[in-house]
């Protein structure tokens, strides 16, 4: 009797998970189905100092509403659907301009395009926009550039995910739920994180221009939502950095998120020679081992390293320098 129990609850279970592949199935064709021939510019926001890069795609235009807490969760499994299936702009001719400065790019097979070049002369420090438009002019967007002031001189790189985001890494079945049927406005940041981000910043000559980045291993189709948490919790602005995820060679590493964020990071150490770093990441997947690996190879460069805990395994190394950033946040909230 037992055995059938159970073959009757796997039965049933298979049931309803073909039954939600199908129906995703469905949505994601449904959602496929934009407005025919309109193309939209999608700018990344990007940094410099001396030079600067900026990034972005050009896809099918996707008409829709932004995310609010009241949606349901088919509201939000359609949105994600619809940022995650892309039909990308291949060998679009393009106009980029900051400043004084132009150039003339074309999108790749997957739709996106990248500038990087000598910043134009006479441009003020700090928050930017790039101008980016079609040829044709059929599509025109503007992104924001963060030229960091050089005697801004510590800077922050933080995860997300779990480290200021509640994501459940490690359940992944909630990871999941959390990912496809809530949208970021129903999303909870970890208290404290937002309040000691705009505390760290102070500490530059120009706080607005601090040079922090935000880094997700979550695709940049994404982007837009990650944006919206970001501002809705008060997050001091800063420079979102999402993974570029393509059919070619040409993406960021989709099995080896160790070595996509170690890449990211050499490169932030690299175009800002004179920030020192705060880290903050958690422990629920590779923050640690990745943020010792950049401190062994610059510890000139690195201010300090925060690690939120998470993990449930009490076998999970500790690495020397590498604090818990329960304390660091409760001294921000005893000042």
Request: net charge positive; aromatic share 6%.
């Amino acid at each position: 009797m037992m055995r059938n129990a159970i073959t009757r609850k796997h039965s049933i279970a298979s049931r309803r998970l073909g039954a939600i592949l199908v129906m995703i199935g469905l949505m994601a064709g449904y959602a496929g189905a934009a407005q025919a021939d309109t193309r939209e510019v999608v700018v990344y926001p990007g940094f410099g100092a001396s030079r600067f890069v900026v990034e972005g795609r050009v896809i099918e235009a996707r008409a829709g509403r932004p995310e609010a807490q009241d949606n349901s969760w088919f509201t939000n499994l359609r949105r994600t659907l619809r940022r995650l299936i892309n039909d990308e702009q291949g060998n679009v001719s393009l106009r980029v301009r900051l400043g004084t400065g132009e150039w003339r790019v074309h999108s790749d097979a997957e739709g996106y395009f990248r500038v990087e070049a000598q910043t134009p002369p006479g441009m003020t420090a700090g928050w930017q926009v790039a101008e980016v438009a079609t040829e044709s002019g059929d599509a025109k967007a503007g992104g924001a550039v963060l030229l960091v002031p050089a005697d801004n001189r510590l800077g922050i790189i933080t995860d997300l995910d779990d480290t200021i985001l509640i994501s459940d890494v490690t359940d992944r079945s909630r990871l999941v739920r959390k990912t496809l049927f809530e949208n970021y406005a129903q999303r909870h940041a970890v208290a404290g994180t937002a309040k000691y981000f705009s505390h760290l910043v102070q500490r530059n000559p120009q706080p607005a221009a601090a040079p922090l980045f935000y880094l997700s291993a979550s695709p940049r189709q994404l982007h837009t939502g990650i944006q919206t948490f970001l501002d809705r919790n008060g997050f001091p602005g800063g420079v979102l950095i999402t993974r570029k995820i393509t059919n070619d060679q040409t993406g960021d590493p989709l099995t080896d998120p160790v070595r996509y964020k170690i890449t990211r990071i050499e490169q932030l150490l690299t175009a800002l020679p004179q920030v020192r770093f705060v880290l903050v990441g958690d422990d629920g997947e590779r923050d640690p081992e990745i943020y010792d690996e950049i401190h062994r190879r610059h510890p000139e460069r690195i201010e300090a390293v925060w690690i939120r805990r998470v993990s449930q395994n009490s076998a999970r190394p500790v690495y020397a320098g590498q604090g818990d950033l329960a304390s660091a946040l409760d001294g921000g909230r005893k000042e």
